[in-house]
């Protein structure tokens, strides 16, 4: 699979692809656009024959030497499977209508373990025997942890989260690089965006980046979206022989990578009738992907904070995808908003009919669902939605809405355990290129 800019001219030359290996390493276009798929592969032949017996390792190995062609052979496929994954999406059943894909079974009880998974064990093979490299990621909430967790004693690799003003939480200590570790967190007066900028700038800085073999373990990393798609193969391969009508995907929606995957996932040959795009509030894309313009609104505190995006990070990605085929866009993907209080009614009423706890964003995803059922034309849809994060990790939400005192899992109890930085700098590219510097 060859990958080109959004940024680039209908039907680049040669020159202005890159291979896997290159977008993966390379991680940002010079232009700066993102990367994305030249030219999708057909994999049914691949995916299809396969059942409900079929491992989540066993559908990656399968389908990856096809997909990354020249990059990745059988074996080198196998040994990269097998690395990244102990842990698989879950599917279960509810009823005739719904179906729920639980995401959240990795070690940082998060989506992002999967894509972040692949992509260590990825950079591992392609690195082997090829010098040292560096990850860069700017990270909040559980993505700190679930990058460490990823990328602690990789061969020949390091990892830097810089995290914005704020608690740090989730690591282990003993992996930091003072430690003898191979992990820098690093901690930024400024927000968020100010560490997205650090990182994109650092990913510029050609000649900084060149001397320690830079890459970024963010959502601009095509090696991080890609492998989201496997588990919507997945979960299609378990229900499939249940199907009698339509299938859909209801998709939680921030920065819209589950959505990009979802759409690649179809390209592949993945057979789907159409994706939900969930958002709370913010509802920051809804008037896009109908066919209007994109106007960023003012941001929205919500209880489901991950959605609270104002500019999503795969906005160019989407906006590539609907030039390529608007009428998909229009007839395949349908925008939903749902606000706080219809979030809240949502926790509880899943809980009463199916007897399951969800966190606030799967419920911004399982309302809209809802929404969509009682209409005519969705009669003998299922509908299989997206559970990104380990509904735990809202217990104090989730009593609210249901009166329920939720255990929590020790691991997700580690999460919440503050940590301390190694170092905290201001937001400037001078900083942080000099405490990189100092550690390796």
Request: glycine fraction near 8%; charged fraction near 20%.
């Amino acid at each position: 699979m060859w990958f080109r800019s959004t940024n680039s001219k209908e039907s680049p030359s040669q020159e202005q692809l890159a291979s896997f290996r290159d977008a993966v390493l390379g991680c940002l276009p010079a232009d700066g656009g993102l990367y994305v798929p030249d030219k999708v592969i057909d994999i049914r032949e691949f995916f299809l024959y396969m059942d409900e017996e079929t491992t989540f390792p066993e559908l990656v190995a399968a389908v990856t030497p096809t997909l990354l062609e020249g990059d990745f052979n059988s074996a080198s496929a196998s040994v990269v499977a097998e690395s990244a994954f102990s842990f698989a999406p879950e599917l279960i059943q509810l009823d005739s209508d719904f179906s729920i894909l639980n995401l959240y079974n990795g070690p940082a009880g998060s989506y992002k373990d999967f894509g972040i998974a692949f992509l260590s064990a990825v950079l591992e093979e392609l690195r082997k025997n090829a010098g040292y490299s560096l990850v860069l990621a700017a990270v909040r909430g559980d993505t700190g942890a679930s990058i460490a967790h990823a990328f602690s004693r990789r061969k020949g690799i390091g990892a830097v989260l810089i995290y914005p003003s704020g608690p740090i939480r989730g690591l282990d200590p003993a992996t930091f690089v003072p430690n003898g570790g191979n992990i820098i967190p690093i901690q930024v007066k400024g927000t968020f965006d100010d560490c997205q900028r650090l990182v994109n700038e650092t990913i510029s800085d050609r000649k900084f980046s060149a001397r320690y073999s830079i890459t970024s373990a963010n959502a601009i990393n095509p090696g991080r979206l890609l492998p989201q798609t496997f588990y919507y193969l997945y979960a299609f391969i378990k229900i499939r022989k249940q199907l009698s009508g339509s299938l859909v995907f209801s998709i939680p929606c921030g920065n819209f990578g589950n959505l990009m995957a979802g759409l690649y996932a179809w390209k592949f040959g993945m057979p789907v009738n159409g994706f939900i795009a969930a958002m709370n509030s913010n509802n920051s894309l809804g008037n896009f992907i109908r066919g209007g313009t994109f106007t960023p609104g003012p941001l929205v505190f919500t209880n489901s904070p991950a959605l609270d995006v104002r500019i999503p990070t795969n906005l160019s990605r989407l906006a590539s995808f609907y030039k390529e085929a608007p009428s998909v866009m229009r007839n395949m993907v349908y925008p939903a908003s749902v606000d706080d209080e219809l979030t809240m009614q949502t926790i509880a009423e899943v809980r009463s009919k199916y007897e399951m706890y969800i966190d606030p964003h799967t419920a911004v995803a399982f309302a809209a669902a809802r929404q969509f059922a009682q209409e005519p034309d969705w009669k003998g849809t299922h509908t299989i939605v997206l559970a990104t994060g380990h509904y735990s990790k809202s217990a104090g939400l989730i009593r609210k809405a249901t009166g329920d005192a939720v255990s929590i899992p020790e691991d997700i109890v580690y999460l919440q355990k503050r940590m301390d930085p190694i170092a905290i700098i201001p937001p400037n590219l001078d900083a942080f290129e000099n405490v990189i510097a100092s550690c390796f």
